[in-house]
Each structure stands twice: as structure tokens, then as C-alpha cells.
């Protein structure tokens, strides 16, 4: 099962609704099951650098299915996947990627948010996420 | 002067309307004048290998402010831009690739779409950088 | 709001005075808004390594309209931008890349020095950035 | 020998004379005997494109020794250097990049010129060698 286009859009909707709510200018990204880019939005003036950053953000989350954030927390010195940003062409292990499953709980895609704390990047893409 | 989210989204939209009609499915994306990514969509069961496609016509569009399409044609051999596709990282001289301007004619980004017929995605192109 | 490069060549003879008022041999890039390159120099037998250095920082300074040691700060273990230089390419967080502003207060490109202690190499790029 | 800083800003204040003469828009490049930048500049609204281009030109000048058009016209198909330009990362063989010699004939750099045609392109930069 892929998440279709009218899903993704869907999701950035939600995500973008949020990022107003929060005062943010946010970078949204949104894979298919295969970790492929569908759909993404930069609002106006949001960092150029978080482009990259949102679209490894929902790569990470989707090539282990599980947020980033917390593959970070285990990427830490001394922790189990010390330096997994290495791999995969390089990951960003920060909060803000998610993956999207749907209404049976299957995996369908990813959502990545970039553009301010990585609090309030989580907090996007979980909108995101939430709104499938 | 920079295309706004906004502006992005009425390309894109007035590109996918050119798809549908052309019974095409395409990778659509639009950039700004610095070549920072502002918008993309694929929509389903569109090329995969499309996606970066569109994304590098669009960067060759905005690089050379031409057409992509021109730009392939100089770069046959025999021509004066002959292997030109080695710099940048990788460029993409198909059709496809359009400058996007504002009504005074300056230049404020660029639209690229792959997915079908390089004279398809060029029209698509062409259909999303005349919404504006 | 670009740089010039009569704007760009008034900042790298700001920086090159205060790196020859410090006894350093530098490497100073000049980026627009857009992140691409407008101007560079590298003072006689400053390190080539710092070519590549001077570029990045700042790239990572206008990606996140922040110093680029700002960053480094937060990508420290634990911080909130762990590892982020795995982001874009390959971004280099150590001090010396700062945003450009005009009198307005916009960025309108960005600056990196490279070449001597990151505290220099900051100095030089202040400078640089304080010319405009 | 290695080209100097005060050199390359005498060869690029040669090129820009040039450019402007031709009524064109260019990216100037200067490399050392080493192959590694020493100084560059983009004029205003000159292609975002050429920036590559202009350093990849005088990188293939100078690890040929020979003018990039030159190995340009020896890599179209059937040709004894045929795709050479896939080799050290990319490199460009359109006209545009030369070595610089200093009076005893001793390459101490190359120069590279991208912005208009090839042949103004060229022109430019045997301005900016001569200088020399």
C-alpha cells in the first residue's frame, strides 16, 4: 500500500495548518512506502538548508520505520547506532520525520518537517501524520 | 524577486491540468530563482526515476535561464555545449525544463516535469510557467 | 535581494584587512541569497583545504539564516542538531560563515573565512559581513 | 611556480574588461598550479549555471595542460578522448578554459570563462591569460 498524492496533500495541508498555529515557516516533505518523494512545500522565507533536512528526515524515518528523533537518541556517543548518519547516502537523525501508516496501521509513506526547533518540527509532522 | 509558495502552487496546479488533459502522469516541480526547491508533486503511478528528473530540468532550466530542451540541443555532439550535462552536479538537457517569469519578465524560478514524451513534459512545463 | 558583486568585492576587502591585521592567510567566499557563489579569494599560501571550508560555511550560513558556529553549537552530542552536517551536501558548522544583511536587515547572501583558529576565521568573516 | 593572488586579480580585472567589451555576463575562474581555486567572480545576473562550468574549464585546462576546447574536440564520438569528461569527477571540455604561463612559459594556473557562447567564453578567458 503506497499513500496516494490526494493523501500526501492532505497531510502537508494539516502540517502547513500547524506550522501556522505555531508561528513557523517549515520545509514538508512526504514519501511513499518505497521512501520516494510525492509531494513537498516550502512556505515563504523557510530555510533553504532544511529542504535536505526535511526530505532525510521522512528517508530516515521511513528506512527504519520509526521516527527520527528516535533513531538519534540511539545514534548518541556510546548508544547502539553511534554514527548511523553515515549510512543511507546520509541520514538526519533530529525529530520531525515520522511515518504515515493508515487506517489498518500499514505503512504507507513518510512525512520529514524542517525550519525551526526540532520540537516544533516534530510537532508538524505529526499533524501530518495524524490527518490520514 | 522570488516565486511565493503561492505562485508554485498555481503552476503546479495549471501543469497537472495539462497532464490530465494530455492523459499523462507526471513529476512536477518548481523552484526558485536562487534554485532551492519550493514545491513538487508525482502524481500516482508516475515514474519513479521521474523524480529526479524533473528536478534537475528544472535546476538546467533556471542554471541557463533557457529551456531545457535548447540547451540539449547544443550539447549533441558536434555542438558548442557538447557533454555539457557533467557540470552541476548532473544536469538534465531534455525538454521539459522552463524559466518561470513575473509579468515585468524577470526571472523568478523555474518549472521542470518528466513522466511521459519529452514534447509532453515539455507542455506540461510550459502550461504550469504560463499560469503566472 | 541579491548581493552585488560590487557589493560582494567590498565585503572580501573588509575581511582580507582585518585577516592581514590579524597575521592570517585566509580563504574568504562570497555567497547570494540564492546560496550560489559570487566571489572568492585565497590569500597566498593560505590552506587549500580551506577552500572547501570558506564555501561551506557559508552555505550553512545562509541555509539557516544563522553564524555558522551557532549551529555548531547546537550540533554538539545531545544538542538538538546532532549531526546535521550530514545534511546538504556536507555542511561545515565551525565558526566563520554569517549572513549578509543590507540596511534593511535582509539577507541578501552570506560569507565564510577559513584558514586560521575558528575565532580568526570568524573575526574575518564579521568584518566581511559588517562591510554592507 | 604557483600564479599569485595579486596575478589572478590582474587576469580576472583582464577577463571582466573583456566581458564587458563583449557586451556578456561572465563567471571567471582562476586556479592554481595545483588545480585549486585561488580567486572567482560572477557579474551581476550572470548564469548560476556557469559557476561550475567556469571552474570546471579551468580544472580540465589545467590537468591537460591544454585548452579545454581543444580536448573537446577530441572527445566527440569516434574520437581519441571520447567521454573523457566523465573522468575526475566531471569535467567540461566546451572552450573557455585555458592555462596561464608565466613569461618563461611555466603554467602556474589555468583560467576559466563561462556566460555566453563558447566562443566569447574564450575570448574572455585568452583575456584574462594574456594579461600575464
Known sequence: MNITLAQAETAIAAAREK?????????IAILDAGANLVAFVRMDKAWIGSIDIALRKAK????FDTNSGEIGRMSQPGGPAYQIEHSNGGMITMPGGIP???QQGDIIGAIGASGSTVQNDHLVAQAGADAL
Chains 1, 2, 3, 4 share one sequence.
Do not use: P, Q, S, V
Not at 19 to 27: D, G, K, S, V
Open 100 to 102: 504515515i501508516r493508515n
Open 19 to 27: 506550522a501556522i498555529e505555531l508561528n513557523t515557516l517549515m520545509n
Open 60 to 63: 530516515t524515518a521511513r528506512y
